[in-house]
């Protein structure tokens, strides 16, 4: 079993910063992908960012040059920091991972609790 568990989310005023983290543990194999989304109230989970085993990176539009994913696989933990942030990045962040627990099987999806940002003055 995996298990995910992240922390770090909170209440901050707009332009602040927060860092939320994602550590997995559990028989997790070797992790394959790492990612973070969010879903704000009445509408529809979003991509954040994510981060690949190599260290290739892929951010949403709207969090470019705020927002930066990176990761501990030593740890087996995703980072997500977050700076300059707007009340419309107020939203529940979830984090995935997706890791093979033998080279022959495909990758299996776990997801986080999720954490609660809210950015408002």
């Known amino acids: 079993q995996v298990e995910l568990v992240e922390s770090g989310g909170g209440l901050v005023q707009p332009g602040g910063s927060l860092r939320l983290s994602c550590a997995a543990s559990g028989t997790i194999g070797s992790i394959v992908f790492m990612g973070w989304y969010r879903q704000a109230p009445g509408k529809q989970r979003e991509l954040v960012a994510t981060?690949?085993?190599?260290?290739?990176?892929n951010y949403a539009y709207s969090v470019k040059g705020r927002f930066t994913i990176s990761r501990d696989n030593a740890k087996n933990t995703v980072y997500l920091q977050m700076t300059s942030l707007k009340p419309e990045d107020t939203a529940v962040y979830s984090c995935?991972?997706?890791?093979?627990?033998?080279?022959?099987?495909?990758?299996?999806?776990?997801w986080g609790q999720g954490t609660q940002v809210t950015v408002s003055s």
């Open positions: 981060i690949t085993t190599g260290g290739s990176t």
């Open positions: 995935k991972v997706m890791s093979r627990r033998l080279p022959a099987l495909p990758p299996e999806e776990y």
